[in-house]
């Protein structure tokens, strides 16, 4: 198994500019999420998904949007994307909704500039 | 969730063992413990979790205090890898899929 590969792995971007950045599991993992991580904090939770076709928000949402039309893909797309956007996203995946007794598979991340 | 309270940093030597402390003092009934690590420029990665009893496995062992108000995660024999973020997380079973909630957590430097 790859576990959960993330696409691109830099990517720089201009104010205003949109991207999606790419996230893949292939363990038929139910639940998925993306975490943002700024400088020298923990990570936060943006959005999540409990399985094909659902959604929903997390801590930190605005100004991002994500889709799951099927179990392995959860794409995150920036709309306008804005400097304080610039950090290092992480898409996470485990095989339960409910992650009390799950452990979560990381992707390697991806960090993003916004000049 | 509860909160958890952790060192910011901890020092060691390598092929020693470490003890790394978290406290949860607020911890509830339905609360597992979880520890992730994060090596330098890595998404975290899963160490071990449990709720009453100590748990081992190929990386670590979590001892939970009978109280359950403190754990440690064990590491038996530090290697230059082991180098990283600890975070200590507690995760209500009863509550649905809004993620983790990560803090600063500990980070842990080795020696050789």
């Known amino acids: 198994n790859a576990g959960v590969t993330q696409t691109p792995k830099f990517q720089v971007l201009k104010t205003g500019q949109s991207m999606t950045l790419q996230c893949a599991q292939d363990m038929n993992h139910e639940y998925m999420s993306w975490y943002r991580q700024d400088p020298g904090m923990g990570l936060r939770l943006i959005h999540y998904?409990?399985?094909?076709?659902?959604?929903d928000q997390g801590e930190v949402p605005n100004g991002y949007n994500v889709s799951r039309s099927t179990t392995e893909d959860f794409p995150l797309r920036l709309l306008s994307a804005a400097p304080s956007q610039t950090s290092v996203y992480f898409c996470?995946?485990?095989?339960?909704?409910?992650?009390?007794?799950?452990?979560?598979?990381f992707g390697p991340g991806t960090r993003l500039t916004v000049l | 969730d509860a909160k958890t309270t952790q060192p910011n940093s901890m020092e060691s030597n390598e092929e020693e063992p470490v003890h790394l402390p978290c406290n949860h003092s607020?911890?509830?009934?339905?609360?597992?413990i979880h520890w992730y690590r994060q090596l330098p420029s890595q998404g975290p990665e899963y160490v071990i979790h449990?709720?009453?009893s100590n748990v081992n496995n190929r990386m670590a062992s979590l001892a939970i205090a009978e109280d359950r108000k403190s754990s440690t995660l064990i590491l038996h024999r530090a290697t230059l890898r082991d180098a990283a973020v600890y975070y200590c997380?507690?995760?209500?079973?009863?509550?649905?899929?809004?993620?983790?909630?990560f803090g600063k957590g500990t980070h842990l430097i080795i020696q050789p």
């Open positions: 998904s409990v399985g094909a076709g659902i959604t």
């Open positions: 449990g709720l009453t």
């Open positions: 607020t911890i509830s009934g339905t609360d597992y």
């Open positions: 997380i507690l995760r209500d079973v009863r509550r649905g899929a809004d993620g983790l909630t």
């Open positions: 996470a995946s485990s095989y339960r909704v409910g992650t009390g007794n799950n452990e979560q598979f």
